[in-house]
């Protein structure tokens, strides 16, 4: 008793491991990048610095990492939240699309005051997008179609649907671009600290998360969600209503990523101008990957990913790489921290070493 | 429109979309024979296509553009099946990851070895060639419906073939199965079922990547940023709708191919483009609720008379 050895729990190392990977993620992912930029760089040291802290150079690029973080609140813990029911649905990616359609066409209606209004396509995007990821989940729990390919092909009804709509309707022919007439004045969505760029959507956001997160961990139907993802056999002898659980969540989860496609559009635009995917849906999943699809994470995950990003922004103004070195940094990223058994066998000795002391100790009292 | 259809035309255009498609397909029967949900095969065709441009520029040779991209392709299905067998990764998340480094690694490189952030039309490379051959081209109607596709075409329609014969009459395919209806089963006989995996996964990968040359060596002259646009998914639900099955999964590849014809021409008809553009995956989705449908019944039904027969 006189020494008195710290013994952790196991859990307690499992979460310093997946610190430890996630941080060696990023860390492998860096060097990675630092090679590959030396390739086309002029000034790699330059150019790396500006990767690493590029961001923090001025205020103006600091509000856009903030303002590119507010759309990934939305998608990362829309992508979490249907993760943990144990649902590949990658429809994230359409409903955060549809979402922003729907609250284009709502945002086009005149004579409607502003709280209204704006809380009217927040209500058609939620739903817009709680349909697009749910009709995958109904197909899945009714037809037993895959959800992957299902939720894939959504991605693209949701896609050239919306399309359809902003640019035959919808188009504003005197707007020289491809887009859509402007939002009326009542659904822009007011501006945070006076700052044209920062909108109330992070507020919606940090909400977002709050209460997903509450649900997950704090309510029985968090708890159903859960153990629907972990075993579903255990989840249907113990009386969960697995299919419920299953559709109710994805919808849940599509209108917080068409919610996120609604903010985006009217936090940041005049009219719709999206072409295509936005990727905020695959950003997502990475999120809720580097998170393990806990919701409380999701704003750091976030913040980390609109950083990387404005870096590439930057570099790409400042230097010659191409902005697509953010791809190659995400993949990286996302591999090596899924990969279940990088470091494991480290781990698993630490964790049985831990274990060996713990009942030393235990048999010297 | 319905003019178009039945015209010469449209049976060229179908086939030309389809090409890549029925690829991926097949690649996709491999995969889901050895029980992989692999899709990172839009990684895998990205890479190929941009390897096949590189090195038939550089080598003024089809054969050695054709080897560099497979090795492209191949080195994207290497890295998934590693990542996913040895190192226990998800194979969603690897696929995703895969895919993400083929759109944004792809135009690094294309960057790096032209100076232009959008395709490589700037590189000489070199294309698949067009082929007559020889006695069926002269027959009527049919001649020329046969006749004058790409050499890819053929290869892919040759594939459906070699596929079906490699998966049920080889001892290798027997294995793929093996493994994956029931791997500890397969284990017990003495299967390396890693390894077995592994093997088809990289024949997977390139039969994938043959797609991939087809995009920028057949279909188009030279590798555009993100050429693929989905292509690899497609081909997973035309396998998903084929249950697995390469000739099923062959007339599903060919429905698509005549959507994306339909929808490449649907503007000369008046037709919103956009909508022309949802209808393969629009179809994918009611065709995989009715094959769903009609599987559930079936099963119902067998488990009634099941019961039926245990009650008697």
Partial sequence: MNKTHKVITTKQIETRFSIIRTLLAVAIALVFAFFLMATVSDNILKDFTTLLIGPLASSSRMTTVISKMIPLLFTGVAVALVYSAGQINIAAEGAFFAGAVAATVVALIEGIPAPIHIILTLLAGAITGAIVMGIPAIMHVKYNVVTIVSALMMNYVALYGGLYVILNPLRDPSAGFEASFSFQRSAILPTLFGNNRLHIGLLIGFAVVILSSILLYNRPFGYEIRTVGQNQKFANYSGISVNKTIVLTSLLSGAIAGMGGTVETLGNYSRFVYSGFTNHGWDGIMLAVLCRNNPKAIPFAALFLAYIKTSADALNLTSSIPPEIISVIQAIIIIFIAAERFLANWEHKKIVANSQRALAIEKGE | ?312
């Fill in chain 2, 1 to 312: 429109m319905l003019d178009y259809i039945f015209s010469l035309e449209f049976i060229f255009a179908v086939i030309r979309m389809g090409t890549p498609i029925l690829f991926v397909g097949m690649a996709a029967v491999i995969g889901a024979k050895a029980d992989i949900l692999c899709i990172a095969y839009e990684g895998m065709m990205l890479f190929a296509a941009l390897g096949g441009v590189i090195g038939s520029a550089y080598s003024q040779n089809l054969a050695v553009g054709a080897i560099v991209g497979l090795l492209a392709g191949l080195v994207i299905a290497a890295i998934f099946a590693y990542f996913v067998l040895y190192l226990d990764t998800k194979p969603l998340l690897t696929g995703l990851a895969l895919n993400t480094l083929g759109t944004g690694g792809t135009v690094y490189v294309v960057y790096l070895l032209t100076g232009m952030k959008l395709d490589t039309s700037s590189l000489a490379s070199l294309r698949f060639p067009t082929i007559h051959i020889p006695v069926i081209k002269d027959i009527p109607v049919i001649g020329s419906i046969i006749s004058g596709h790409n050499l890819l075409s053929y290869v892919a329609f040759i594939m459906v073939i070699v596929v079906w014969y490699l998966v049920f009459k080889t001892r290798l395919g027997l294995r793929i199965r093996a493994v994956g209806e029931d791997p500890a089963a397969a284990a017990s006989v003495g299967i390396n079922v890693r390894r077995t995996k592994f093997i088809a996964l990289l024949i997977s990968g390139l039969i994938a990547s043959m797609g991939g040359l087809f995009m920028s060596m057949g279909y188009m002259p030279y590798f555009t940023n993100n050429m693929t646009a989905g292509r690899g998914f497609i081909g997973i639900a035309a396998q998903n709708l084929g249950r697995g099955n390469p000739i099923i999964t062959m007339i599903y590849t060919l429905i698509f191919g005549a959507s994306m014809a339909i929808g490449n021409t649907a503007q000369s008809f008046r037709l919103p483009s956009q909508f022309a553009s949802m209808m393969p995956y629009l179809i994918t989705l009611i065709g995989l609720v009715v094959i769903g449908a009609r599987n559930k019944k079936n099963e119902r039904r067998l488990h009634e008379s099941i019961s039926r027969k245990s009650k008697v």
